[in-house]
């Protein structure tokens, strides 16, 4: 049987059906109704001001590398100015290919590029060095956890680097639902209700930040990525598998064959929960080393960093027997980066990763 005409354009024959709508509509039709829709996600709220300087968090994967090229397109009705920022993990065998997509990418649109480093921001620390302090502890399997509390402090460095305003991330509507599931698996009732909403307003002088795909589905992404013909690096992270993300993942799937909106439904049900003033947790206060937001006495960064200077990194995050905290008693301070500030620590997903999909 023909492909049905484009209900768009009428003049074309469709290229697929919108996943949710059921829409048919031929490729330029669908990527122009694409973009359309994250400028309406943008403009209703007010992610962007005009003039702003735009971070996008760069990490050469399909999520991020569609809200970049999205985002250039409506640079100038919005009118800001992006740049691009990249974080090096320092995850050998994974972290150098996504990085070269990085810089083909910032080639290609003329984009100007940051590359910021873990190893240079955190005293030498490594992903792979944290996992190899990590092996046989009991916390191998947080590398996710650990890796998303860097990162989050490693972009707004970047993007200060940078002199932007904003940060942007490319999380997108199914990546929100599996880290509202995995909040609700763990009864993280703190991160529920500070997860909602399109982004962070930016408190105690965090750069504000957004996720401007945030309502776009997975299968969306992807096909927009094919219809412009985008060049990006799809393998996964060495330590992804580990994750509790993809047993959240497999969930989604499974209600989504039953509801199809579950995605969508799971995303607006997190911003209702984050609107109920009961939930929301107490306003965080700063780091006692670094001055950055903390909701205890060290923040999660400098928490992490201790734990790992001492040998003992299952220690640096979490809560020990009986709920209490377990910083430990204070040790030599690792070497310090300067001026690190940013939030009190990532809701479970927001570390921009290519990984996201899978990380913590
Ligand atoms: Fe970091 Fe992502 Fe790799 Fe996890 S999967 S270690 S969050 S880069």
Redesign the pocket.
């Known amino acids: 049987m023909p492909a049905p005409q484009c209900s768009s354009c009428h003049a074309a024959r469709a290229a697929l059906r919108r996943p949710r709508s059921g829409q048919a509509l031929c490729g330029p039709c669908f990527c122009t109704a694409f973009e359309a829709e994250v400028l309406h996600t943008v403009l209703a709220g007010r992610l962007l001001p005009p003039g702003a300087v735009v971070a996008v968090g760069a990490s050469g994967g399909k999520d991020s590398t569609v809200l970049a090229h999205v985002l250039r397109e409506l640079a100038p009705r919005l009118g800001v100015s992006l740049r691009l920022v990249a974080v090096d ?1 320092g ?1 050998g065998g994974y972290r150098d290919a996504a990085l070269a997509a990085v810089r083909r990418q910032a080639a290609r649109w003329d984009l100007p590029l940051t590359v910021v480093a873990y190893a240079d921001l955190f005293g030498g620390w490594t ?1 792979d060095a944290v996992a190899r302090s990590t092996a046989g502890t009991g916390r191998s399997r947080a ?2 956890t650990f ?2 509390v860097l ?1 989050r402090r490693a972009l707004e460095e970047g993007a200060r680097l940078v002199g932007a305003t904003h940060i942007v991330t490319g999380h997108n509507a199914d990546d929100m639902a599996e880290t509202v599931l995995m909040n609700f698996l763990r009864g993280d009732a703190g991160r529920l209700a500070r997860g909602g909403g399109l982004g962070s307003r930016g408190e105690g002088g965090a750069l504000p930040r957004c996720r401007p795909l945030q309502l776009a589905s997975q299968k969306e992404v992807v096909l927009y990525a094919h219809f412009r013909r985008l060049d990006y690096f799809s393998e996964e ?1 060495v ?2 598998p580990e ?1 509790f993300r993809g047993h959240a993942r497999d969930l989604l799937k499974l209600l989504e064959a039953a509801r199809p909106s579950a995605a969508l439904d799971l995303v607006h049900s997190a911003e209702r929960l984050a609107l109920a003033p009961a939930a929301r947790p107490p306003p965080p206060g700063a780091c006692s080393r670094c001055g950055a937001l903390a909701s205890r006495a060290l923040c999660q960064v400098c928490a992490l960093l201790d734990g790992l200077q001492r040998g003992r990194p299952r220690l640096a995050i979490g809560k020990g027997r009986g709920g209490r905290d377990e910083e430990g008693p204070p040790g030599p301070p690792p070497p310090p980066p300067s001026d690190l500030r940013s939030g009190p620590g990532p809701a479970a997903g927001e ?1 921009g ?1 290519a ?2 999909e ?2 913590e």
Do not use: F
């Open positions: 993990e995850i992903m590398c996710c890796c998303g990162r992270c330590y992804a994750a570390c990763a990984c996201k899978r990380c």
